[in-house]
T-cell receptor, first 116, second 112 residues
Framework: DAGVTQSPTHLIKTRGQQVTLRCSPK?????VSWYQQALGQGPQFIFQ???????QRGNFPDRFSGHQFPNYSSELNVNALLLGDSALYLC???????????????FGQGTRLTVV | SQQGEEDPQALSIQEGENATMNCSYK?????LQWYRQNSGRGLVHLIL?????REKHSGRLRVTLDTSKKSSSLLITASRAADTASYFC????????????FGPGTRLSVLP
């Protein structure tokens, strides 16, 4: 079991450019969530995908968009990059589940995005 | 404002000592999960405790949950230098999927 895998590991982009980050969930998981973690802070929820649809969204602008594929993998796209978008982007996979149950969410190693 | 707040923000102990970290949250939850993060890398899942549970153990880890006080604690016994990391609590409120609100974390330093 490969766990949650993210690519690339590191990325440097110029302000105004666009970036795409990728995530493959843990085997058996069908839900992917994306988080942004600024230096010294806790992760902030961006959005969550299940059945190829965005199900929940945090307080992030429309420049942040995503996609989920039939094999449950997901992409995070950020347009018109700002210096403030520099952060560690984490992907978490989980099982959507049955009402009333609780399942663990597992995180990937993250993508370190630097905007210059 | 953040749902979860860890306390203390930083903790420094000697190897072999116990480390206790606390987490407070504001709204009702279905579950609470603790994670460890080494040097800005990915989060490692430590333990999940459900809202109807009061205590769980996993190896050297002990987690308690007090829903009346909206608080949880993580105890690491007989700490090791390898336990040096940031620890986060994440509260889950959804019935479907898992969408977490994280606190700022506790930075634990275990000195040899």
């Amino acid at each position: 079991d490969a766990g949650v895998t993210q690519s690339p590991t590191h990325l440097i982009k110029t302000r105004g450019q666009q970036v795409t980050l990728r995530c493959s969930p843990k085997s058996g998981h069908d839900t992917v969530s994306w988080y942004q973690q600024a230096l010294g802070q806790g992760p902030q929820f961006i959005f969550q995908y299940y059945e190829e649809e965005e199900r929940q969204r945090g307080n992030f602008p429309d420049r942040f968009s995503g996609h989920q594929f039939p094999n449950y993998s997901s992409e995070l796209n950020v347009n018109a990059l700002l210096l403030g978008d520099s952060a560690l982007y984490l992907c978490a996979s989980s099982f959507w589940g049955i009402p009333g149950t609780n399942t663990e969410a597992f995180f990937g190693q993250g993508t370190r995005l630097t905007v210059v | 404002s953040q749902q979860g707040e860890e306390d203390p923000q930083a903790l420094s102990i000697q190897e072999g000592e116990n480390a206790t970290m606390n987490c407070s949250y504001k709204t009702s939850i279905n579950n609470l999960q603790w994670y460890r993060q080494n040097s800005g890398r990915g989060l490692v899942h430590l333990i999940l405790i459900r809202s109807n549970e009061r205590e769980k153990h996993s190896g050297r880890l002990r987690v308690t949950l007090d829903t009346s006080k909206k608080s949880s604690s993580l105890l690491i016994t007989a700490s090791r230098a390898a336990d040096t990391a940031s620890y986060f609590c994440a509260t889950g409120r959804q019935h479907y999927g898992q969408n977490f609100v994280f606190g700022p974390g506790t930075r634990l330093s275990v000195l040899p």
